[in-house]
């Protein structure tokens, strides 16, 4: 318990209300020092995860995890919150499945409440074809122990009455892979968790802290970069910082932040958008997902509904987001559910995503000694945060490519081993 | 919805058009060895800057054309190879 | 109930002459046209509106317009409508919202009772342990106290929802003085222009102004009445600015569509959105009473209601001195006014339901039933965040203003400064031309652009530079908060204790602060209460405003019903030539793809047979075809199709299968040679357009040397495949001029002929069932008489429809593969069985080095014929092969059927190499978690692997 400082409990609550007393700090914001043992780039889920799990599992606390902005104002802050491990490949169900269970424990691990809500998430299948994918899905998932399994249109509207199951609709709902343990987190209690949790530990969270070149020695190309090469550490908007490891842990730069070690990637970035309705009373109890008609909802326990979508087809790093965007999505979110014409969408947003070409990250070592790369996240960076964490440290920390990561190595592309997730993605949340 | 100049149609609203992507030169398929070939398939230079892309007049002339737009603010501009 | 309507007003909007009923919590009461159902409720005497989110504490009117956090209601079956700014109108049922059981009598105020120990982020602090209470008890409890309105998913519809295009060359967004100066002035220079004011009626803060204010009123509108290249916009508001001037503007009242989005290419974008009153944090501002200098003008010019008998006002700005005169001209007593110019300051509002005393900086305690304060302006700028501007915080004015904006996108008003009515609408008129020039400069630059458009009547107009006289930024105390904490967030229930606290807590920058505390994220996104909450930050930071920055606005400006949206949901679906015919027939549709098409006609299994027995037809409308005509078809073929294309003779066929630069297998299909320089090739069905496109960018950016022309042409011609052992027989009855016998139309031939009268018929033997079959591609509107000339003629013969499920058994018998179903994402040719097909000698072809690699390989899956020992079970498609004893995953059946030719069970399955051999016992999982054993097979084809049957 000591390990989050100061412990968050109900009994905390009623002497903070008695005392009025002031709530102690989350996390510090501490001066830098000149070198670490590890510099992680990325104040986002991903990189706090590993930071706190190098501190917590392997012992690791000379740890500085740079962000240029503020703590979780990247994809962590911007993605709808769901959770789920119904994945297509044995590689992907056994990576998300170990995701999950570390959300399950997160809130007592971190002393800090994520609000997990395992409202169950419904795929739905529109056509023979996307109820063949489902199926394939159920069935890998139940030989991996994983609750999945397809239901027909009458389970579906028993668990999610708004839902028009009615047979003669444009896009009638055939039947649904349901997932039971899937549903959703909020997202930046997360970040907040990991924070606070690595900051006690030791670690360094450096905000407002640009990295503008990581330096290299030995390299093959210009200034010592590039494959057989290694990391000397990184140039920041507030003074260079030694490190004999450097792991780029950002999401929507990670190509521009990989070119600073060369180190190019398979990786194209694309704007994924969201946005979120004026609150109603709560009528939505399930996560519901179509992949026909790139459309995901949920509703948040203040009552508004949040809808994704899949990634913008042109790439681009705006995040100002468009106006067919909502267009699409209204019109979509209202073939599946007619009644709610009149509710109001109140914030549209965007944020991005690094599209890899096989739609699974990029991990682990990289031709460059000491460089690392836990990035080409696409849309499932959020779910993946604290399993990446664990096994980024996992590699970091014993300089061997930890298990579970083994098939999200960078050489896959020149080895053209792709992993075979893309089948199951074209809207996978 | 940005506006998207084809060579034939004029400025358009771009759900007239495909987006086909950064230019990837293709190299000689008889002669590239599979690193060459596998970075001509996957590695992207996907800058945060001008970019040379491919657009494909869908619901218009059917023309595909290059031109470089801006990915950092999406200002269009006339490709030199277009 | 006590009438606090005002004897008629010079301003006044209301038509006295009409009355309207309606309810409010199921009452009855009546207002006028002109009302807003706040005002008419007001005038009614009525004082609590909602109540707040968390602690549900009494609401009143606090600002009386669309951003007054307090006036969200129910009206029917629509949640959230603003009191405050929604017109009243006959027969309308008003309710409040997120109360239980009423209004007057809430339960949700036992919140209050714990307060105390609810401060902000406490559910993050809490209910970590045991977590099955969290899951089943506390999450269930927190999800009952979401706000809002019900939205009433169960009888709603989606309504008549419309959208419009426009392509003004200014756009206005704000009808005040300024705005409308700016429209008329841009008019003159030669724009078309549309202007866009959010209340029902243009001249934003002269319609509540003195009698000198409203003349000018009505000058302005006179003149924009009269210019007609003004379109004017009323309750209307532009609610996003979109990359290269794409504009979103949501049309409230429209005569069909409840709303209408309005979707404008726009030259040049003036923002005019005025100011946001801002409300001030201090104890109790949120006690019904306590109101907003523009509020109170607002009920008591544009409405006549008198807001309260006895009055404080705090004011910092003349709309404050404005206020007290017009209180006094309605018969308010004005008890005290407290200039803040001075140092003068409110404390404390107190009162139960309503304000009754009101405590001073300087210790006084007054009697009052109306608090008003007037202590500064929020400006809107939206807009200009979505155009690219960070606006600046100017100490002095108290008070952001645009700082670099992008040429097509002009401020001009409040939002750009201060000024009397004559400088605001000079300032407007500078604008309003600076734009027209720009959007003249776009409007003549796009005309050159366009090829095919007649040029530009005229030059182009030359460019003028900026010489606007920027508008005074007049000196306003920076009043945010007094000495004692109140709400920063009316909707989120976020006092500036809260914000405090979070600020102690790590949460020090204002994106921190917001996610952490939700201040801002509630309906009115941050309008009234954005800049106090950079206040409150910059206070606890012990730092600048201008160091805090701003959270970033986001679109839209103000929210957009899902139904503006959507509009008319446009989700067609494409049908053959035929599909009337079968759809009177008994057929049951599928929908695949675009398409709709016949599953069957009520029994699959004998649609089959008959096929293997008779004679069937089938309507393969989908399936792509495109025509290839030119000298180079040939090289187009080789370079797209793994195999070899030269030596195709003219009226012969050929299977082609595709993969992409990766290797993976993409497509497949059939083309044949119709004469020297024109073949027909046909694709997958759901690959037709990605392969047309395919099939252009290769032509056009690899091989522009290259002499082909590509026409699709899948809708203009309807295929009717004809299937059976007596498709010959029934088919020369039909046919005039091709001989249908076996040695002069062998298989895989194609000919064009005349069927049952229809000339340019194309007539190509193949099958995908394995029988003697012909396709006949009929120019569509021909289709239906030859495809009733096939039923008539045929009787005799046994023919008879069938559909898709049938021939999916049919052609599973065969063996044939399906793209995408028996291959995946990862599929390369070997795993297909591409192995004889594939010539990797050739110079090029799309994936030839990927191909090359992949017959190199020796671990890829292979695609299989697979037979269940017992063969009455069918296992479902995507059943899992797995090792047996173990969860292992080795394969999977990607296709299964019940073969009616054999009766038994057949499937296609892909599998690990070490299992791909002829005799190899599998073990299957089903789906029911039961184990059984299946046998792979010598061949892909269950039936007739010789392919006997197809060659006669």
Aim: charged share 20%; glycine share 10%; with cysteine.
């Amino acid at each position: 318990m000591s390990r989050h400082g100061y412990t968050y409990s109900a009994g905390k609550l009623l002497r903070h209300g008695l005392t009025r007393g002031a709530w102690p700090r989350m996390w510090n914001r501490p001066e830098r020092r000149d070198s670490y043992d590890v510099i992680i780039i990325g104040g986002g889920l991903h990189g706090l995860a590993t930071a706190y799990y190098l501190a917590q599992n392997h012992g690791i606390t000379n740890v500085a995890v740079v962000d240029k902005g503020y703590l979780g104002g990247g994809g962590s802050g911007r993605n709808t919150g769901i959770v789920r491990s119904n994945y297509l490949t044995p590689e992907g169900v056994a990576f998300y499945d170990r995701s999950l269970h570390l959300y399950n424990t997160m809130a007592a691990d971190l002393n800090l409440n994520v609000m997990l809500s395992r409202r169950g998430h419904l795929t739905l299948a529109h056509t023979d074809s996307a109820l063949r994918t489902m199926n394939w899905r159920a069935e890998v998932n139940k030989l991996l122990d994983i609750d999945s399994a397809v239901i027909g249109p009458a389970e579906v509207k028993r668990l999610t009455p708004s839902l028009d199951v009615s047979p003669n609709t444009r896009y009638p709902i055939l039947g649904a892979l349901y997932h039971p343990p899937g549903g959703i987190v909020r997202h930046d209690a997360v970040v907040w968790g990991y924070a606070r949790a690595a900051d006690h530990l030791g670690v360094h969270l450096l905000q407002e802290t640009e990295v503008l070149d990581i330096t290299c020695d030995g390299g093959d190309g210009p200034d010592g970069k590039g494959p057989g090469g290694k990391v000397t550490g990184v140039r920041t908007s507030r003074g260079d910082i030694s490190s004999p490891v450097v792991v780029n842990c950002t999401a929507g730069w990670a190509s521009l932040i990989s070119n600073m070690a060369g180190v190019p990637l398979a990786i194209t970035t694309h704007p994924l958008q969201a946005a979120v309705t004026e609150p109603c009373k709560v009528f939505l109890p399930t996560v519901v997902v179509s992949g026909s008609l790139h459309v995901y909802v949920s509703q948040t326990d203040r009552g508004e509904l949040v809808f994704g979508a899949s990634v913008d087809p042109v790439g681009t790093y705006r995040v100002n987001g468009t106006l067919e965007f909502t267009e699409e999505l209204a019109g979509h979110v209202l073939e599946l559910m007619p009644g709610i014409s009149k509710m109001r969408l109140m914030r549209q947003w965007s944020g991005l995503c690094d599209m890899t070409p096989d739609y699974s990250p990029i991990m682990g070592h990289t031709p460059v000694e000491g460089y690392l790369v836990d990035v080409g996240w696409g849309t499932y960076g959020f779910k993946a945060g604290p399993v990446a964490g664990e096994t980024m440290a996992e590699t970091i920390a014993t300089g061997r490519t930890a298990e579970l990561i083994a098939a999200f190595t960078i050489d896959r592309f020149t080895d053209g081993d792709l992993v075979g997730e893309k089948g199951a993605a074209a809207v996978g949340h | 919805m940005i506006v998207v100049p084809c060579p034939n149609c004029g400025p358009r609203n771009s759900s007239d058009l495909r987006n086909a992507g950064e230019v990837a030169p293709r190299p000689d398929p008889e002669t590239a060895s599979l690193t060459e070939w596998r970075s001509y398939l996957y590695l992207r230079e996907n800058p945060a800057g001008w970019v040379t892309e491919t657009w494909y007049c869908r619901s218009g002339c059917r023309r595909y054309f290059t031109i470089e737009r801006n990915t950092a603010t999406n200002e269009i501009r006339e490709s030199e190879n277009s | 109930m006590s009438s606090h309507r005002l004897p008629i007003r010079s301003s006044e909007l209301i038509d006295r002459s009409t009355s309207l009923s309606f309810t409010w919590n199921g009452r009855a009461y009546v207002g006028h046209e002109g009302d807003t159902i706040a005002s008419a409720l007001a005038a009614a005497g009525v004082e609590v509106f909602s109540r707040g989110m968390k602690y549900h504490r009494r609401r009143g009117i606090l600002t009386a317009n669309h951003w007054d956090p307090n006036l969200s209601v129910q009206v029917g079956d629509e949640p959230n409508v603003r009191a405050g700014s929604r017109r009243l109108v006959d027969g309308m049922q008003v309710s409040a919202q997120n109360v239980w059981p009423s209004l007057r009598w809430d339960l949700g105020t036992a919140n209050r009772l714990v307060g105390r120990f609810l401060s902000v982020g406490f559910y993050y602090k809490t209910f970590m342990r045991p977590q099955f209470l969290w899951h089943n008890l506390y999450q269930r409890i927190l999800r009952k106290f979401a706000p809002g309105g019900r939205v009433n998913w169960k009888t709603g519809t989606h309504g008549e929802y419309d959208k419009r295009y426009a392509h003004p060359d200014v756009l206005v967004a704000g009808g005040g003085p300024a705005g409308v100066a700016a429209a008329l002035s841009a008019a003159e220079a030669g724009a078309s222009v549309m202007l866009v004011e959010q209340e029902p009626e243009l001249g934003g803060h002269l319609r509540w102004g003195g009698p000198d204010d409203l003349a000018v009123l009505a000058d302005l509108r006179q003149a924009v009445y009269s210019t007609p290249a003004i379109e004017v916009l009323c309750d209307s508001i532009v609610t996003g600015r979109y990359d290269h001037n794409w504009v979103a503007v949501l049309q409230r009242s429209h005569e069909v569509a409840p709303e209408r989005l309005i979707k404008a290419r726009v030259g040049s974008l003036i923002v005019a959105p005025g100011l946001v009153e801002r409300p001030y944090v201090f104890a109790g501002n949120d006690i019904p009473g306590v109101m907003l200098a523009g509020a109170v003008r607002r009920l008591i010019n544009l409405w006549a209601v008198k807001p309260g008998s006895r009055a404080v006002v705090l004011s910092a700005n003349s709309e404050g001195d404005a206020a007290v005169l017009d209180l006094e001209s309605a018969g308010v007593e004005v008890v005290a006014v407290l200039d803040a110019r001075a140092g003068e300051d409110v404390v404390e509002a107190r009162g139960r339901g309503r304000v009754s005393s009101v405590q001073t900086g300087d210790g006084r305690i007054l009697r009052a039933d109306l608090l008003v304060t007037a202590t500064g302006w929020t400006a809107p700028t939206s807009l200009l965040n979505m155009a690219g501007d960070r606006p600046v915080y100017d100490k002095v004015a108290a008070r952001y203003f645009p700082q670099a904006l992008p040429d097509n996108v002009l401020a001009t008003g409040g939002i750009a400064g201060d000024g009397s009515t004559t400088e605001l609408t000079a300032h407007g008129r500078e604008t309003g031309l600076l734009a027209a020039q720009r959007a003249l400069r776009l409007r003549h630059d796009r005309r050159a652009q366009t090829p095919r458009s007649p040029a530009p009547e005229s030059d182009r107009p030359a460019a003028i530079a900026d010489s606007r006289i920027p508008l005074r930024r007049s000196p306003h105390p920076e009043c945010y908060r007094s000495t004692t904490h109140g709400l920063v967030d009316y909707s989120e229930d976020v006092s500036s204790k809260d914000l405090i606290q979070a600020a102690g807590e790590g949460f020090d920058s204002i994106e921190l602060m917001k996610r952490y505390t939700t201040v801002t994220m509630g309906p009115g996104q941050g309008k009234l209460e954005t800049v106090n909450a950079a206040a409150v930050l910059a206070e606890a930071m012990a730092v600048e405003m201008a160091d805090i920055g701003t959270t970033v606005w986001r679109p839209p400006f103000s929210p957009v019903s899902l139904g503006a949206l959507a509009g008319r949901i446009f989700e067609p679906v494409r049908r053959s030539a035929l599909q009337d015919w079968h759809e009177a027939n008994g057929a049951t549709n599928l929908l695949a793809g675009q398409w709709v098409r016949p599953d069957h006609y009520g029994d699959p299994m004998a649609e089959a047979s008959n096929v293997r027995e008779n004679v069937g037809l089938i309507d393969v409308t989908p399936l792509g075809k495109l025509d290839l005509r030119g000298p180079d078809v040939a090289n187009l073929l080789d370079l797209v199709y793994v195999n070899r294309w030269q030596k195709l003779e003219v009226g012969r066929v050929r299977y082609g299968a595709m993969v992409a630069e990766d290797g993976v297998v993409s497509d497949d299909g059939v083309t044949g040679r119709l004469a020297e320089d024109h073949y027909l090739m046909t694709t997958t069905s759901s690959g037709a357009g990605a392969v047309w496109e395919m099939l252009e960018d290769w032509l056009q950016t690899y091989r522009p040397d290259w002499e082909v022309h590509v026409t699709p042409v899948t809708g203009g011609l309807t295929s009717i495949n004809v299937a059976g052992p007596r498709s010959r027989e029934l088919l020369e009855r039909l046919v005039d001029n091709v001989d249908l016998s076996a040695d002069a139309f062998p298989y895989f031939s194609v000919r064009t002929g005349i069927v049952a009268g229809v000339a340019d018929c194309i007539i190509w033997r193949i099958g995908f069932t394995g029988e003697l079959s012909y396709e006949v591609h009929v120019p569509s509107g021909h289709a239906l008489h030859v495809w009733e000339s096939l039923l008539s003629n045929g009787s005799d013969l046994g023919v008879a429809p069938f559909g898709i499920e049938a021939q999916r058994i049919l052609r599973l018998e065969k063996g044939h593969y399906i793209v995408g179903q028996d291959t995946d994402g990862l599929s390369k040719a070997p795993t297909a069985g591409l192995d004889g097909l594939v010539r990797l000698d050739k110079a090029d072809t799309i994936g030839l080095p990927e191909l090359r690699a992949a017959f190199e390989r020796t671990d890829l899956p292979v695609l299989v014929g697979l037979q269940p020992d017992d063969p009455t079970i069918v296992p479902d498609e995507a059943c899992q092969i797995v090792e047996a004893g173990s969860n292992q995953i080795l394969g999977r059946v990607t296709s299964s059927r019940m073969s009616p030719t054999l009766e038994r069970s057949i499937c296609l399955a892909q599998v690990d190499p070490s299992l791909a051999a002829a005799g190899t016992s599998v073990t299957v999982q089903l789906v029911d978690g039961r184990r059984i054993t299946a046998t792979v097979q010598e061949h892909h084809a269950h039936v007739d692997p010789e392919g006997a049957r197809q060659r006669v």
